[in-house]
Each structure stands twice: as C-alpha cells, then as structure tokens.
C-alpha cells in the first residue's frame, strides 16, 4: 500500500500477537487495525483500557514491529525506514520523560541537542516552548518541584522540540486532576493550531476525545468498531437518550419489560439499576416511560434525557457502556497483577 496524499498517517491490516506468559493464550492486542488521518488534524484512538490502542501507537512510532501489516507515517514506511520515521516524529509516552533533578530549559535543550539541533537553536526553540506552554517562569526550577501538569506539559513541550510532523500523545492526561486537565487541552488546542501538526492521540476518556479530537476511531479488542468525526458519531444514532436509574429494591428485568411495552422507547437497554433507551424526541416520551414504570410497581430513583455522547455510540458499537468496560478492563488489570 501506498499512502494517500495529504495523509500522515496510514495503517492498513495491522496485526501484533504477545505470548500470554506461561501455558496462557497468546493475546491479539492489534487485531487487523487500519486508519488514515489526514495531515493537520488531530486523530483520537478511543478505547477502554486494554484496546490496543498503545500497541497501535508503538508499531507506528516504530518502538515496536506489527506481524503483518502496513504503516506509513509522514510518508515513510515505518517497517522499510524507521530511522526516518523516529526524525519526523515527537512521542509523549505515558510516564515522564524529564530528568527530575534538572530544570525545565535544562531538559528542554538536552532533548533538542539529542536531536541533533545546534546549542543557539535548541535554547530559543525551548524559550518558545516554555512561552507558549506557560511555563517561563518555572524554566529555573527543577522539574521534581513542578505539579503533575506542569510536569506533563513539559513533557509535551519535549515531543515537539525538534520540529516534528507528526506527534503522538499516548493517554496525555492520565493521572492529572481536572483543572490540569481543561488547562492542558486548552494548551492543546492552541498548540495544535500553531504547530500545523498532526496529532494522534489515545484516551480513554469520552470526553477528551470528544473535545480534541478533529476525528476519532473506537478501538475495542484491538480492532476499530467505527470512527468518524465526534459530531457523525453522535448523529448517526438518531435520537435522544433516555436513562432511568432505578431504587436500589426495584426489579430491573420488570423495569425492562415496562419499558419495551413503550412504543416511543427503542433499544431498550440494561446495565445493573441503570436502563437505557433512545426515543426521537426524549422530553416528551419521558412522561409515557415514568408511567409505565410506576404502572409495573417500579420505584424510579432519577430518570434523564440526553442528547446523544460518545458513551451511546460505544455503547452500540460493542453492546457495553464504556464505563463498564472500563471497570472490567481494570479489573483484569488487578486480577493479574
Ligand atoms: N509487552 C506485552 N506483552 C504481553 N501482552 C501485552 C504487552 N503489551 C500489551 N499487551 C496486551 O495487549 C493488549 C492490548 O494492550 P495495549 O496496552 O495496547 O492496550 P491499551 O488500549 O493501550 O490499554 P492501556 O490504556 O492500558 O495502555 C492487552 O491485553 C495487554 O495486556
């Protein structure tokens, strides 16, 4: 395959196997993967933890080798050249990459000379970095002094110090409290508009994806269930949400008998005391809902109508809320460790 023009980044069938450790299964954390993001944007890969999306950005950083597949990135096959590859990109991993004994303009400018870039030309790219991340005034301090999101915006800052085309930011506000979180998306946003660069981005939040990403894919079981732009994804499922909460002694299987008899609902849905359903117009079929409820003995403790979110299109795509994927994701993640 060749790439596209106007395309940063394609990938086409990409498949990665691990061995699952001692007489376990071998695990396909990339199952058949492909996607293109057109030069410019920002490209979100949204999925509960365990998706894929990390190895996904590994085999296109060239940090690790798909089985079979193709990726090019800036136009450069990551497999035939990843040297070239490593020179057009920035990579803002999970964990931090500073030194936390040296100042912030003290591993700025080492990561530009490792780079390659002249002594005179890395210190004025690190005063613009530091500029425009708000950050001149802490450029003295040594980095182990700096909050999580002074931290993590340096980091970024550390990505982009040798000019790259293409930066990959794996999961770039995990572990920040929300206040450095709105901050840094807003640091984001700007930067990406300043920088013409192309941004592929792994969350699993909904709401960074649906916030920075120009266009996203859904990655569930290491493949893409379906992607688009936030808005498409949104607009493709028709219709409001209509989500109940039941009382803690109400019985859901009755609950959702009652609301499949309601001709407006369709979808009708369940995930323990929380059922879930889509009617065109949620306001005025909420009424109809309630009382069908109440006419099956139901105690209803909360009951709303929402426009559509990312939470319902993941929802449709793999038959599970997010949050529950998240939580069983997690839950693997204990078991095993
Ligand atoms: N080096 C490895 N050896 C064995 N299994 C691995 C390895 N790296 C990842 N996996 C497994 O591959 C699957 C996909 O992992 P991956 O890290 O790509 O997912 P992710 O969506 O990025 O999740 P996270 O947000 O937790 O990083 C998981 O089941 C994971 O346990």
Redesign the pocket.
């Known amino acids: 395959m060749a790439p596209r023009t106007g395309s940063a980044i394609a990938a086409e069938h990409l498949v990665k196997s691990?061995?699952?450790?001692r007489g376990k299964p071998v695990?396909r954390?990339?199952d058949d993967l492909g996607f293109e993001v057109a030069s410019g944007t920002v490209f979100g890969l949204l999925?509960?933890?365990?998706?894929?999306?990390?190895?996904?950005?590994?085999i296109l950083s060239t940090l690790a080798r798909a089985d079979s597949g193709t990726a090019f990135v800036a136009g450069i096959d990551v497999n035939r050249n990843p040297g070239r590859v490593r020179r057009a990109i920035g990579f803002v991993a999970?964990k931090p990459v500073s030194d936390p004994n040296d100042t912030g303009a003290e591993n700025l400018v080492l990561a530009g000379r490792l780079q390659g870039m002249s002594g005179r030309d890395a210190k004025a790219r690190a005063r613009a970095l530091l500029d425009r991340f708000g950050l001149t005034e802490h450029a003295g301090r040594q980095v182990k002094t700096y909050s999580g999101g002074m931290a993590r915006k340096l980091d970024v800052a550390i990505g982009l110090m040798h000019r790259p085309e293409v930066l990959f930011l794996?999961?770039p506000t995990t572990g920040l409290d929300p206040e450095a979180r709105a901050e840094l998306w807003a640091e984001l946003e700007r930067m990406t508009g300043a920088e013409n660069l192309t941004v592929l981005l792994?969350t699993?939040y909904l709401d960074e994806a649906d916030r920075l990403a120009d266009r996203l894919a859904i990655?569930d079981h290491?493949r893409i269930v379906t992607g688009g732009t936030p808005e498409e994804l949104k607009n493709g499922l028709r219709g409001d949400a209509v989500i109940v909460e039941l009382a803690p002694d109400a019985d859901a299987v009755v609950a959702l008998a009652a609301l499949e008899r309601v001709g407006a609902l369709r979808e009708v849905g369940g995930d323990g005391r929380t059922l879930r359903a889509r009617a065109d117009n949620g306001a005025a079929t909420l009424p109809a809902a309630l009382a069908a409820l109440e006419a099956a003995a139901v105690v209803v403790a909360s009951a709303t109508v929402a426009r559509p979110s990312l939470d319902d299109v993941y929802l449709r795509h793999t038959g599970r809320t997010f949050t529950r994927a998240q939580e069983s994701?997690e839950h693997v993640?204990e078991t095993a460790s």
């Open positions: 691990y061995s699952g450790g695990v954390a990339v999925g509960p933890n365990g998706a894929g999306k990390s190895t996904t950005m590994k999970q794996d999961e792994t699993h990655v290491g994701a993640l």
